[in-house]
Every structure is written in structure tokens, then in C-alpha cells.
């Protein structure tokens, strides 16, 4: 029912900044939660943030709290992860997600339909 495409992804060094965005297809687009996860290799794939439907909340891991914003234009079906400062410690496949859900957001559980994803690689 919907669908996401992540993209933006790509090499960076550390501190610099980059910003992912996931394009939303579907009716069911202004009902639904957006989240981001993060998938390094070997490792969980783990909760990095999320949008309200209407994008007047915005929820964050503790470990990018401060560097990464979220943002969503819903005229463009789309949400945007800006990355800023990043780190080594961020490498790794980046997802976006829809959920139905506005109590249960940071499990990958909680999310219904999914990206492909966007490797995202910060290294010296």
C-alpha cells in the first residue's frame, strides 16, 4: 500500500554533513508515522528517529540527538534526515519506514512498509 525510497546516501568524512531523504507513494501517506533506522553490518538495526504524521513532532535515538533533524513536507511526500557532525560510529544502512503507530515508534516492529535503503559510510 505505500511505498518509500530512501536516497542521498554515499562516502563522507567525519564532521561532515549529509542529508537522506525518503520519498512516500501512497494514500495512506498523511496517516502515518516515519521513522528512521540504521543498519551496520554484523549489528541490530536500530531506532535513529522518527516524524509525526503531521510533522509537528520529531522523536531521536539519544546517540544522534543534537546532529541529526528531521523534517517532513508533505506537499512532496517526503522526509528528510540531515546529518550533521557525523561520525565513523554512523556508517551504516539507512532506512525509512511507516507505521500506523504514535505510541510505538522505535522498534522496527512497529513498522509495517520499508525502504530499500541508502549505505551511508563515514570514514577518515
Known amino acids: 500500500q505505500v511505498q518509500l525510497a530512501e536516497s542521498g546516501g554515499g562516502v563522507v568524512q567525519p564532521g561532515d554533513s549529509l542529508t537522506l531523504s525518503c520519498v512516500i507513494s501512497?494514500?495512506?501517506?498523511?496517516?502515518?508515522?516515519i521513522g528512521w533506522f540504521r543498519q551496520a553490518p554484523g549489528q541490530v538495526r536500530e531506532f535513529v528517529g522518527a516524524?509525526?504524521?503531521?510533522?509537528?513532532?520529531?522523536y531521536y535515538a539519544d546517540s544522534v540527538q543534537g546532529r541529526f533533524i528531521i523534517s517532513r513536507d508533505n506537499a512532496k511526500n517526503t522526509v528528510y534526515l540531515q546529518m550533521n557532525n557525523l561520525k565513523p560510529e554512523d556508517t551504516a544502512d539507512y532506512f525509512c519506514?511507516?507505521?500506523?503507530?504514535?505510541?510505538?515508534?522505535?522498534?522496527?516492529?512497529?513498522?509495517?512498509?520499508w525502504g530499500q535503503g541508502t549505505q551511508v559510510t563515514v570514514s577518515s
Open positions: 501512497g494514500q495512506s501517506f498523511r496517516w502515518t508515522t
Open positions: 519506514a511507516s507505521t500506523g503507530n504514535i505510541v510505538g515508534i522505535r522498534s522496527p516492529t512497529d513498522y509495517s512498509d
Open positions: 516524524s509525526s504524521w503531521n510533522g509537528e513532532k520529531m
